[in-house]
């Protein structure tokens, strides 16, 4: 069994004139990543290992969940180049490319990657993830390269909670 939790990032602040790669989070995006950081718990998830889009925004949120999570405090958190995806190609590549040793792994990506995996993993083509929604896949195969379709998905977005 293959578990891959994505986490889109949590919104961005837009008031300052910087590139897209150097975009901090917002005050909402805050308070949005505390609020499923909580979900996140609950759910009684425990990865591996995380991986984060090299974006300053994916990296404040993966900061966010975990110190506040009391399942991620003692893991490494690895930035990927190929996480920086606005398609979604390269995050499903990456993770088909996973160690195998790995049966549950985090990442931290963006919009159109998060859509993607969704239509792709899930069959599901009307759900739009906002930003810091979470999004839960398993896989009833035993390696990361056999992955297609999920046999198990669930969501959850922060306006469900606030």
Not at 121 to 126: L, Q, T
């Amino acid at each position: 069994m293959k578990k891959i939790i994505i986490i889109r990032h949590a919104k961005s602040d837009w008031s300052n004139n910087t590139s897209d790669l150097d975009r901090p989070l917002s005050m909402r995006g805050v308070n949005d990543a505390k609020i499923i950081s909580k979900i996140f718990d609950s759910q009684n998830l425990k990865p591996e290992i995380i991986y984060t889009s090299i974006a300053k925004r994916t990296i404040e949120t993966s900061k966010i969940f975990i110190e506040r999570s009391k399942f991620l405090s003692n893991l490494n958190c690895l930035e990927a180049d190929e996480l920086y995806d606005f398609r979604g190609n390269g995050v499903k590549s990456f993770i088909k490319n996973l160690n195998e040793k790995l049966s549950t792994v985090l990442i931290f990506t963006h919009n159109n990657s998060c859509n993607f995996l969704v239509n792709d993993f899930a069959n599901r083509f009307n759900l739009h993830v906002p930003t810091c929604g979470m999004l839960i896949f398993e896989f009833n195969v035993s390696l990361w390269a056999e992955i297609e379709k999920s046999n198990s998905f669930s969501f959850f977005f922060p306006k469900q909670y606030r």
